[in-house]
């Protein structure tokens, strides 16, 4: 599908969208005006279309420099006027989370809804926090939606409970939701014209203690007025099957898997399917509960929901028997699956398991270790690192990593990545070893991750006279989730022209004295300005800067300029040095000589240059075209 059919307006039709396309069309049939994020698994997606129609759309759109910025944009926006929609991973969340909890004080003027994407499993992230928390802890609503359609729907529902009692609202998916497919029926784009215009409102945006006193109060007001509404949205319904004798509540995408099994088994059930879950619809779940002797909660991740319908049983004394997560029957962890659903209901109804779901269904790919592409400049970078430690005889060296592509230098043959936390903590957490050991300290940052928390923890750094190397991966992208331009890059979301931020003005404004820049395609130089930095005694920054091979593939497929490599076998001395240490995808060893796979090499060169081969046996390929 071409983004550009989300921005069809007619209301007859359905398109097959993944969850995420689904919301960035709930943005255009809500209104919205203003929509920023900082790209992240599993949110990606949304970033990515809504970049390509906002214009056309008449929507203002950014990549803004982290999920803070993005936030504090898209509030300012919401206070002047506009619909505004801001959505990032979970973890970026708690980056926002600051003028997050105090948005709720103040509150918003046009709506404001806050997408987290949660990712049970961690299909990639370093944990998988249960955002819902966050809605308890600001005093936001919050919705879950549990497919595409709902997606869709939902987040307009969303933009309504925001405007009603002029605040935030926390709108949840998770991995399956976002990146789920089905057919979403279209409802219409919103064309209404909002005034934007920023009235000061006698204080009420400075979040000041004299003001802040007041608000807390008002905000307690507004989610108690939130409570009945809750009871009575229509994104919270009652499904029956059979005689509907057991009760089961559930949300988001635990509704799926239950759902699975209920149909599978035919379930005597009667499903209280949750979508509006903050403030909690507690007559809504008190009324069910007392329909029902034996009530089974489904969700994944924490027991929100199954905490919160315990204490209304307790308040109200009410005696169903609660089946959940605080008795053991259900796992804390990880994202549900028909077989863990059903494998739970089992040990609480006392049937037995005769089928697995998961035999019909696709088996998995072999798996296979995750490493970097063939050409990828981050390779020859790490190459470069390890023989400049190797040729200075530095021990027990302490390699400070970040969250971007380049964290697969962890993995063999590199061996480069004892530490990543969080985003931006490369260099932080360096400032950290240096003051508390004596060892040497590398720390690799992304020029994407740089921008977003970099700059803070380099002031400190220097400001604190700390010795370590930091080497910025400039890749001239954000390429781990997509490939979206940065403040690094001359060109905006939108495709417009834009600023280009130099990282080494940045980095020289705070006071960085020694800094080599360094292609890494060429590692005569970068192994030179790796090892002057090593020497250096205080922070010294190398920029390796090569874009993203996959970026230069698409360059070089349009200008018809591809060429790839392959080795000589009479210069070939065997010595293993290209496939053990270098390590490129396409080099292999096959029937005792080294070859490479024309369909994978993507003609970096690197390999080539005497520090990989010292036979100089590698050579551009006579097929070259
Ligand atoms: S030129 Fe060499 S290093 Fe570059 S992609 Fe091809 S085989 Fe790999
Ligand atoms: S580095 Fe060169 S000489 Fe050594 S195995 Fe590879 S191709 Fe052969």
New binding site residues.
Partial sequence: MKIEELLVNETNIELFLLGNEAIARGALEAGVMAATTYPGTPSSEVGDVLSGISRKAGMYFEFSTNEKVAFEVAYASAISGLRSFVFMKHVGLNVASDPFMSSAYTGIKAGLVVMTADDPSMFSSQNEQDNRHYGELAHVPVVEPSNPQEAKDFLIKAFEISELERIPVLFRTTTRVSHMREAVKLGPVKKELFASFFEPDSGRYMTLPSSAYGNKEKLIEKMKRLSPVSDKSDMNRIERYGTGEIGFITSGAAYNSLMDVINMRKLDATVLKLGFTYPFPENLVADFMKQHSKIIIVEELDPILEARTRMVAQIKKIDSEIYGKLDGYFSMSHEYSPDTVEKSLSEILGFNITQHYANVMIEEPAPRPPVLC??CPH?ATFYAVKRAVRMLNLKNVIYSSDIGCYSLGTYEPFNEGDLIISMGSSIGAASGFASATSQPIIAFIGDSTFFHAGIPALINAVHNGEKMLIVVMDNRTTAMTGRQPNPGMPVKASGELATEISIEKIARAIGVEHISNVDPYDLASTLQGITAGLKYHGVSIVIAKRECAILRDQKMRKEKKWI??NVDQEKCGKCMNCVEN?S?P??SLQDGGIV?NPN?????????QVYVCPFRA?EVANNAK
Avoid: K, S
């Fill in positions: 063939p050409g390779r790839t490599y270098f490129c396409a080099i490479i994978l090499c993507d003609g970096c060169g690197v390999c080539a590698i």
